[in-house]
């Protein structure tokens, strides 16, 4: 290996390890627990394990119709999305990580699950 190879190869792995170091060290924590129940396609209710309580959790990525939306009401697609979510989630075992914004607007937490 000649020495400007060797060294584009170790300042490439040193900037690996710098970015691993620093995702981690800015890493929510992860909250783990079973779905009650599915609320819509993007909204559960999850017994949080860590917290001994129920929680209201949105799950971040997922963009689905409402089924409850306090102006709208049922919107198209909203039952569609709750029927295809609830078989995937309600009753399953989850981990949870959260967003730096730990909860929205509603207070329900933000994570990806």
């Known amino acids: ?45 999850v017994w949080v394990d860590q917290e001994h309580r129920a929680e209201r959790g949105r799950l971040i990525g997922i963009d689905s119709p409402e089924l409850h939306h306090p102006i709208l009401g049922e919107q198209p697609g909203g039952r569609e999305a709750a029927l295809v979510a609830r078989p995937l989630l309600d009753g399953r075992r989850v981990r949870l990580e959260l967003d730096v914004e730990q909860r929205d607007r509603y207070g329900r937490l933000l994570a990806y699950g």
């Open 1 to 45: 290996m000649t020495p400007h190879l060797h060294h584009r190869v170790l300042t490439t792995l040193l900037a690996l390890v710098l970015t691993a170091l620093v995702t981690t060290a800015h890493a929510e924590p992860a909250l783990t627990g079973a779905v009650l129940s599915t609320i819509d396609g993007d909204t559960i209710m």
